[in-house]
């Protein structure tokens, strides 16, 4: 499948009010084309929109992107989504209803406290991706999310 660059500039704006199924209906871009600081997170996420179900072809890494940027973005990406699936979650799963973090008979322990301790599932879950997404957004270990040159611990790669 290829794609085509549209030669006019179609302004990419999320309007107040609008249906989501009514958002995101501009053309394809190549990522060439995508003239921003954020270039590699957009076209990822408009491969997504694109065709969620090609796998293949969203972790493909595209030319000239260093492949630790783009499993950086893939990362990103990941915590974003899953926000959303938090944000499903809340209203089953309560602190009344799942007052603890268990899974087979294990008690997760949640490290976002002063001492590590045992919090309500739901709090785990968003402590948890907080943390993720404090560390991918921190500016010491990811400068930059053009070009490689990261001071990430290394148990990341």
């Known amino acids: 499948m290829t794609e085509t660059a549209v030669s006019s500039h179609v302004p990419r704006r999320l309007y107040p009010g ?57 990362l990103r990406q990941v915590c974003l989504e899953l926000s959303l699936l938090v944000v499903a979650l809340e209203t089953e799963c309560t602190k009344q209803h799942c007052p603890e973090m268990k899974a087979d008979g294990w008690l997760y322990l949640c490290a976002a406290h002063p001492s590590t301790q045992s919090c309500p599932a739901i709090d785990y879950i968003i402590h948890t991706l907080d943390g993720a997404t404090i560390l991918l957004n921190n500016s010491k270990y990811f400068p930059s999310r053009q070009v490689k040159g990261f001071d990430c611990p290394s148990y990341m790669w």
């Open 18 to 74: 609008r249906r989501l199924q009514d958002s995101f209906q501009w053309p394809f871009e190549n990522l060439d084309s995508l003239e921003s600081s954020f270039n590699v997170q957009e076209y990822l996420q408009q491969l997504i929109r694109l065709d969620c179900s090609d796998v293949q072809r969203i972790i493909e890494l595209p030319e000239n992107v260093d492949d630790e940027v783009w499993q950086y973005e893939h």
